[in-house]
């Protein structure tokens, strides 16, 4: 009995996907760009502490040690780079992206321009929606997190990060970009490394910031459809006339 | 001697504009686009009586009656647009331009493209920039407003309004652009027409918002550069598309 409950469920989840999939790709198959449906994950791991360390080392030049591991001295060792889980692991930089696919579950998608559909953004702060974007021979971290600064009023922040280090991430810039109901709303930078620390630039503000109320003008039926583009980095174009 | 000082502080004044000017200059005349000086000023009307009166009203088709003048029922009359200040004047959409500009002395300036630099973005809120802008054949008022929605958390709001019907105001499209720093954030969308209230487009959210950390980002020393374009309304791509 248990055993046909369990694939009725299964059936729905394909189903539910499915759906969001056509969905997205009706809003968007025009442009040939892959659309990817991103669930939302109730996050977990909210520990400030760790991040200022984290932080605190990597301007210092050395890489962050992770707090569980306070006895480890090995400067090649990064932290588990994940935004949702406290998570004790740590291991080279060059195996983070299989860390987070194979311990966190994070996808991983391919091409130079991709759509990120969010799913259910009415789900209460604090929440992430997460993927790893391959592109230009590097992967780089999607993150989209719903957030109260001020409470009882949730906001969502988006940003990318390079999974390598500082030096690596100058060479792109990303761009997201919102466009629905006459409205567009486009946010270019460079990335910042994985090794900054996702929870500080959010709380930096340095990224994509949208009130309850744009989101809500930018989103369809509850799903938010951000298209990603990431180049190799040039000067923009005022500050170079300069 | 009160008239030497006070030719001395009109030098002061030249010189600081001059200034300003300048610095403005150096970053945008590459592009060569007018940019223009815009100081702030405390904005002395909050009165949200007013504005859902007269919202109520344009969204009943009959334009509306000011609350000063509770007698007049003319449906050919408007209030007072400036969102400085409470005023009792009202009169045909024709003369809001000028009454705009000799009663409330706020600049008109032409060009497609445009460049509106506020200017001491530290004053405390509620403070606004405003300018007008003509363009295409019709007038667009400018507005940038510093306001706490929460408190002790000032934000920035910037949108274009046109001084004419919401029907005439379906026909253009209006972007604002930030670009320093290696970071650009773009806003485009229809302008909403002077007769829907700027308070309310304000307080819906529906326009450009900066939180302070991202205003900071984008600002040198004080002062915040906003690239303005208005062109004439098309289906934004990805919408036509489908």
């Known amino acids: 009995m248990l055993f046909f409950t ?11 996907l499915r ?16 659309v990817c449906v991103v669930n939302p994950t109730h996050s977990l791991k909210y520990a400030p502490t760790r991040c200022t360390a984290a932080q605190a080392s990597t301007e210092q030049g050395t890489l962050p040690p992770c707090h569980h591991h306070e006895a ?24 983070v992206v299989s860390h987070l696919r194979q311990t966190h579950r994070i996808n991983i998608l391919q091409g130079a321009e991709i759509v990120f559909l969010a799913t259910d953004m009415h789900l209460p702060a604090p ?19 719903k957030q109260e600064k001020y409470e009882g009023h949730p906001q969502f922040f988006a940003t990318m990060m390079l999974i390598g280090t500082p030096t690596q991430a100058n060479n792109f810039t990303y761009r997201l970009e919102l466009n629905r109901n006459q409205r567009r709303l ?3 930078a460079t990335p910042r ?4 620390c996702v929870d500080s630039v959010i709380s ?3 990224c994509l910031v949208l009130n309850t109320s744009l989101a809500q003008l930018f989103s369809d039926n509850g799903s938010l459809a ?15 006339e300069v």
């Open 72 to 95: 480890v001295h090995d400067p090649q060792l990064v932290p588990c780079t994940c935004p949702l889980f406290s998570c004790p692991w740590e291991g080279h930089l060059e195996v």
């Open 186 to 188: 486009k946010w270019e």
């Open 193 to 196: 490394s994985i090794l900054e």
């Open 6 to 16: 369990q694939c009725f469920g299964a059936v729905l989840d394909l189903i539910h």
């Open 127 to 145: 929440t992430d929606w997460i993927i790893m974007h391959s592109c230009l021979g590097h992967q780089f971290l999607l993150v989209l997190r």
């Open 204 to 206: 930096d503000g340095d």
């Open 226 to 240: 951000i298209g990603i583009a990431i180049t190799t980095s040039k000067v923009h174009s005022s500050e170079a």
């Open 19 to 34: 759906f969001q999939h056509y969905k997205a790709k009706r809003v968007f198959s025009a442009a040939g760009q892959l």
